[in-house]
T-cell receptor, first 115, second 114 residues
Framework: AQSVTQLGSHVSVSEGALVLLRCNYSSSVPPYLFWYVQYPNQGLQLLLKYTTGATLVKGINGFEAEFKKSETSFHLTKPSAHMSDAAEYFC?????????????FGKGTKLSVIP | NAGVTQTPKFRVLKTGQSMTLLCAQDMNHEYMYWYRQDPGMGLRLIHYSVGEGTTAKGEVPDGYNVSRLKKQNFLLGLESAAPSQTSVYFCASITVQRAGNEQFFGPGTRLTVL
């Protein structure tokens, strides 16, 4: 079974510091990968996605992620954290061979930003 | 476009009661999904539909039923609610016209079963 693993259920960073949220996937077939953000009591909003082509993907709000096939990773980064980045982040993947386009989610990482 | 909408936003049930959650999308998306979100568990797929009149089980289907009589609507039913079904429920939809498209999510329904 395919799986997506997020390392760290909680991450705290200081305002202005680098944000790094880790995501690894298990598959011999590169998947389509997504990062979603969830603010308190809201739905999920797409931050960025990797399908094919360029392995460095830029998203909204200054976030970016790099697809590394050799490491089966898709870590999310932002150079300088802002208070408004405090939220829960989910990494998810789907596979081109999965006809249902089901998303497999990681368990989420809650990001706290310390002033 | 309203995107994906969910009704109701909140609901409290007693054990054994039944209810239906409604998901509607106005994007003409082919596929629709129901997830539940529990603390520390991420989102888990309950059921999904690849088209009008078709449904399939996901990871955690027990205790739920679904129907997709119209392309734009996807209903999730709880016939006899249990406290273990206390959760936040999200609906999502996707167009499969292009590979790699993302799922669009509704705002969620917070359900408490007493």
């Amino acid at each position: 079974a395919q799986s997506v693993t997020q390392l760290g259920s909680h991450v705290s960073v200081s305002e202005g510091a680098l944000v790094l949220l880790r995501c690894n996937y298990s598959s011999s077939v590169p998947p389509y990968l997504f990062w979603y953000v969830q603010y308190p009591n809201q739905g999920l909003q797409l931050l960025l996605k990797y399908t094919t082509g360029a392995t460095l993907v830029k998203g909204i709000n200054g976030f970016e992620a790099e697809f590394k096939k050799s490491e089966t990773s898709f870590h999310l980064t932002k150079p300088s954290a802002h208070m408004s980045d405090a939220a829960e982040y989910f990494c998810a993947g789907t596979y081109s061979g999965a006809g249902s386009y089901q998303l497999t989610f990681g368990k989420g990482t809650k990001l706290s930003v310390i002033p | 476009n309203a995107g994906v909408t969910q009704t109701p936003k909140f609901r409290v049930l007693k054990t054994g009661q039944s209810m239906t959650l409604l998901c509607a999308q106005d994007m003409n998306h082919e596929y629709m999904y129901w997830y539940r979100q529990d603390p520390g568990m991420g989102l888990r797929l309950i059921h999904y539909s690849v088209g009008e009149g078709t449904t399939a089980k996901g990871e955690v289907p027990d205790g739920y039923n679904v129907s997709r009589l119209k392309k734009q609507n996807f209903l999730l039913g709880l016939e006899s609610a249990a406290p273990s079904q206390t959760s936040v429920y999200f609906c999502a939809s996707i167009t499969v016209q292009r590979a790699g498209n993302e799922q669009f999510f509704g705002p969620g329904t917070r359900l408490t079963v007493l």
